[in-house]
């Protein structure tokens, strides 16, 4: 009886022992795959909601977290601002990236978030496609994170139709950043990564996907009349895409229109698709998922916004944009089910921007609309040299920006504080403008939370412009007189999706406040890494559990 008692004993011992042993051991998913959907609003997951299958974004709703109150915490909300933000925790006035592009005053000249003289293209010999690299960006991501948590064991790779939405997600150090370049239809990459394209690379490129995408041109996904959430075919206030008269489905000329033109397949479903394909050649190409050690894959799916910006959120085109991406999405979910394992990859799903009803759209409707900024740096100067016989005073108006011309009034002995005044007294009795501020002076101003943060937050005060323009509800830049664009603060603009499924997710949903800077601390807090060191952001405990 001792004897057995004694056995006993000591299997629970040993039981205990070898529990604690394997409690040692860091775990960790095999795979995070991020998931930004470019210009995607958060109501769009509810809009559609009826229209979805069940493998595509319901399964994200249903079987993973939902964080429903996410917004963003600066202005300009652009993509690559976005992108970085997401990936940093942080903001443009920590990070550097205050727009896709700023003017900078020591060169004289508006500079592109991404661009790089001193890299060489890789994959093609366009100089200005892919001379990329992340030199801008400050602050590292949470995919240089991974790397050094990993001893850069951990592969990172950033796929997208952008230069800049593949190249800021990805880091200053992943296994590589490709994007789509329009002069050949290839995907290519830059020195900055590597001298010569993968062999997998060139493998796809070789096989042509585009053009079988589009060979039987853009109809509907469903029958027309279904498309219920969705303005009649053919609104005033849409563009149109390629040689198409109208915009009216079927695109039955998108195959030609391609071969015509390489960027015509960015504003169709059939980008997205792309996208996805060589999503999943890159996690063969580079075994990621394949061992213990954690790999990230950063996708950016970019059709959405450049179908937005063509037709305007309530198109028909638009919708049929993400009933589509839906489709793509719940094919890759069952790639990656298949390849890396279920239960063994995290995804987040979320967006860089929202983007604005358009301006017919609103008008049509009764809403509050308008448009802005017609002539804009022309008339602002005029009105300066009218007063101080200056001339040339605002340099760029850009980012709802107006960058003053520092030697100009350093040369002629003007007071940079009266110039700016005088120009924000004038633009608050625009009536298109809400608030005009000086950047060096939003802090004690009058102007309502959460706007006043979200001002300071994208204010870089090397990179961003002299006075901050903040214009009415719904009221759009000239430029967007078709379509739509983003860039406010608004909840049109700033509320977006924040979607968790995986390994280490909870089931479930929150209506709490977020922000888009608490993405990279959550999912640093999950793989147990350091945050981005430029982190602002908080980790979003429901998702995790804990």
């Not at 059939?270 to 060589?278: A, D, E, Q, S």
């Not at 900024?373 to 040299?385: I, M, S, V």
């Not at 940079?416 to 809400?434: P, R």
């Not at 499924?501 to 890494?529: F, R, S, V």
Request: a neutral charge; one cysteine or more.
């Amino acid at each position: 009886m001792f004897k057995k008692s004694l056995i006993f004993a000591l299997a629970i011992f040993s039981t205990g022992v070898f529990s604690q042993k394997n409690n040692t051991t860091l775990k960790r998913p095999k795979l995070v795959v991020g998931l930004v959907v470019d210009q995607m609003r958060w109501d769009y997951l509810y809009r559609y909601y009826d229209k979805f299958e069940n493998d595509g974004f319901k399964r994200l709703i249903n079987q993973g977290f939902s964080v429903n109150n996410v917004h963003i915490p600066y202005v300009p909300t652009y993509t690559a601002v976005g992108h970085s933000s997401i990936y940093t925790g942080s903001v443009p006035a920590i990070n550097g990236i205050c727009g896709n592009d700023w003017y900078d005053k020591s060169l004289g000249k508006s500079v592109y978030c991404t661009a790089d003289d001193s890299v060489k293209p890789v994959g093609t010999a366009n100089a200005k496609v892919g001379s990329q690299s992340p030199k801008n960006l400050w602050s590292t991501t949470m995919t240089d994170q991974l790397r050094l948590a990993t001893n850069f064991q951990g592969k990172v790779v950033g796929v997208s139709l952008k230069d800049r939405a593949s190249i800021l997600p990805a880091g200053h150090n992943p296994t590589g950043a490709f994007w789509f370049d329009d002069s050949t239809g290839d995907f290519v990459t830059s020195s900055y990564y590597m001298n010569e394209l993968p062999k997998w690379v060139n493998d796809f490129n070789a096989q042509k996907v585009p053009d079988n995408l589009v060979k039987n041109g853009w109809n509907t996904l469903l029958p027309i009349s279904e498309y219920t959430e969705s303005s009649p075919d053919n609104s005033p206030w849409e563009g149109l895409l390629g040689s198409a008269k109208t915009p009216t489905f079927p695109y039955n000329n998108f195959a030609a229109d391609y071969q015509k033109k390489k960027d015509n397949i960015r504003t169709s479903p059939f980008g997205n698709t792309l996208t996805l394909k060589m999503a999943k050649a890159a996690i063969n190409g580079e075994n990621l998922g394949d061992d213990a050690i954690t790999d990230f894959l950063a996708i950016n799916l970019a059709s959405t916004d450049y179908a937005g910006h063509k037709f305007g959120p309530n198109s028909i085109e638009v919708e049929d944009v993400y009933l589509r991406l839906d489709r793509d999405l719940g094919d890759f979910f069952k790639y990656l089910d298949k390849t890396v394992g279920a239960g063994n990859y995290t995804v987040f799903l979320s967006a860089d921007h929202g983007g604005a009803h358009s301006e017919g759209f609103m008008e049509e409707h009764k809403m509050p609309t308008g448009f802005y900024g017609e002539g804009a740096k022309k008339d602002y100067n005029q009105f300066l040299k009218d007063k101080f016989g200056v001339d040339k005073l605002v340099i760029s108006f850009t980012n709802n920006q107006i960058y003053l011309d520092d030697k100009i009034m350093t040369d002629n002995k003007l007071d940079e504080t009266q110039v700016k005044d005088y120009l924000i007294n004038y633009l608050n009795h625009d009536k298109s403008v809400l608030f005009a501020v000086d950047m060096k002076k939003v802090a004690p101003s009058s102007i309502p939370e959460p706007i006043k943060t979200r001002i300071m937050n994208g204010y870089n005060w090397q990179r961003s412009g002299d006075i901050q323009l903040i214009f009415h509800d719904s009221w759009l830049p000239n430029y967007s007189r078709l379509g739509t664009t983003h860039g406010a603060w608004n909840s049109y603009d700033s509320h977006i999706p924040l979607l968790f499924m995986g390994w280490g997710i909870q089931k479930g949903e929150t209506n709490k406040d977020y922000h888009m800077t608490d993405i990279a601390p959550t999912i640093c807090a999950l793989l147990k890494i350091q945050f981005p060191s430029g982190n602002v952001g908080n980790p979003i405990a429901e998702v995790l559990g804990k």
